[in-house]
């Protein structure tokens, strides 16, 4: 594409400045419009307990992750890899490191620290313009675009509009998902937004909502249908949420979606010891120790765990403690979710994430329709299409 083209890029989050980043890289010109006061804000918000880039898994493992879109991100991940994402990490002054979980974090500065590096980079460039405050209300198969700013209209023309507005969770961040509406209008198909990474709601009694308001409980296996997910859950007045859970939350809501009714996990609160085990621990209670106080002893369970036993029943068994029920009634709602699924339809898209329909109009990030878990996959998987994107328009 000629290099004096106008490039709009509609969305200040992690796949939009990316891609202003490489575009500016190749001396392009580019605006970048977001209806928030400040860029990539659930980014900020979400960096705040340790900000995840991405994984070290190979390639071959990473894109399961990514179900059924699996073979999609094998090779959007191959293009721009998670060695990649460290490399660009690095050329905003950012070293990292992996983690004992292969998890790859930022070895000094924190999400704020790195936005104010990357935010730099991009506005020290002379063929680059920032307009925040900026609401997009409608796009056209011309590719003209409306914004309001402050109760004014302002139109836009553009010869290449990127589209990376974020899913819909978060809305006090700027993803509201409204984009679904223009999609609809310029006859892109879209499938529904649903909660990603969520919490649930279980219907927990009184005297464990005292006892356990915000309660961690670490280091315990989620296992669901054939699903399982070892990590840290945390319990709340109204459910669970957490990595651990967050893992395998499209399984359990589809499964709540499709039956209609609630449904059961189980929690292993000692995954690295067998049933056996742990029944020869139980055996070894003395009788002047209370049942907590001997499992506290003997297993090692905190106050948490034993709450959640007692919760179910106060004849705790060694099957209890190795596969603990709990029944979630429904997911939080979507705008309390870590992100959403659903969006833009793979299918309506070039390779390079171009729509079929409107020639000129690409997508990026968390607006198209794939699901990732935590743990540095949903990070690399917006960057990742925004690379694929921008290597559609250069090339």
Known sequence: MLKNNKIIIVGGGPSGLFCAYLLLKEDYDVDLYDQSSGLAKKFLIAGNGGLNLTHSEKIDEFSKRYTHNESLFEDLITDFTPGDLRAFCLELGVETFVGTSGRVFPKKLKAGEILVNWSKELKAHPNFNLYLKHSLVDITQSKELTFINEEKTITAKADIIIMATGGGSWKKTGSDGKWLELMDKLKIKTTALKPMNCGFEVSWSEILIKKLDRAHLKNINISFDNHTSRGEIMITPSGIEGGGIYAISNFIRDAITESGESVTITLDLKPDLNLNQVKEKLKSKK????????????????????????????????????????KLNKTNPVDEAIS????VLFSELSPNLESIKVPGIYFAGEMLDFEAPTGGYLLQGCFSTAYRVVSGIIS
């Open 287 to 326: 009788n002047k120790d209370s049942q907590a106080n001997h499992l506290r002893k003997s297993l090692n369970l905190d106050k948490v765990a034993i709450t959640l036993l007692n919760e179910v029943s106060r004849d705790i068994t060694a099957e209890m403690i190795k596969s603990l029920p709990i």
């Open 340 to 343: 959403t699924s659903g969006g």
